[in-house]
């Protein structure tokens, strides 16, 4: 009878741990739209093999702490949107140094990813608040595949002509700065041409 209490006791426990550790959704979701899909591959001058080296040689020299600079990452037109899933009004914070998004490249003819290296002052940017009624949803514009603090903190480079899958992840944070959640989005294709 003790054992049988004893494991009884033990699923109760192991059941409510499991419910306690399963995080509540947040009331938006985010959603990558490319407002263009097809894209001229530009390799500064370079055939497709000869910018990939290049940018792993670019790569190489940051991870041994060389001065680099990377080329501009391909301009893009795409937008973060950042939806009111929810059936109340939400508020979210949005901009500031602690909201930041990553984006996720792969396919084609390979992907490179390279820190910017460029100099950000040194203040800490406060996100500002933005209230979405129910279905409504808050637009970042991206013109460059670049991501991180500011937007401007690692480049992301397709290699070559081919089709790619993009995805996102977006940090969201409260009103003090703190990380609150992060999103993700389902990916969207990209094509390449040469």
Do not use: C
Request: hydrophobic share 35%; no cysteine; glycine share 10%.
């Amino acid at each position: 009878m003790k054992l049988l209490a004893v494991t009884v006791a033990l699923i109760a426990f192991a059941v409510s741990a499991s419910g306690e550790d399963k995080k509540a959704e947040p009331p938006v979701k985010l959603k990558l739209v490319a407002k263009t899909d097809k894209y001229t591959f530009d390799g500064n001058g370079k055939a497709p093999a000869e910018f990939k080296t290049y940018l792993e040689e670019i790569a190489q020299a940051q991870k041994d702490g060389k001065p680099a600079q990377p080329p501009r990452p391909p301009a893009v037109d795409l937008v973060l949107e950042i939806v009111n899933t929810s059936k109340d009004e939400v508020t979210i914070y949005v901009g500031g140094d602690a909201n930041t998004w990553t984006f996720d490249l792969t396919g084609g003819d390979g992907t490179v990813n390279l820190g910017s290296g460029l100099a950000m002052t040194l203040e800490f940017r406060l996100p500002k608040a933005v209230t979405l009624a129910p279905g409504k949803s808050h637009e970042i514009p991206v013109k460059r595949l670049s991501d991180g603090a500011r937007g401007a903190g690692r480049y992301v480079y397709w290699t070559g002509p081919g089709e790619y899958k993009l995805s996102a992840k977006y940090t969201i944070s409260d009103k003090d700065g703190e990380k609150a959640y992060e999103l993700k989005s389902e990916p969207v294709k990209i094509t390449v041409e040469k």
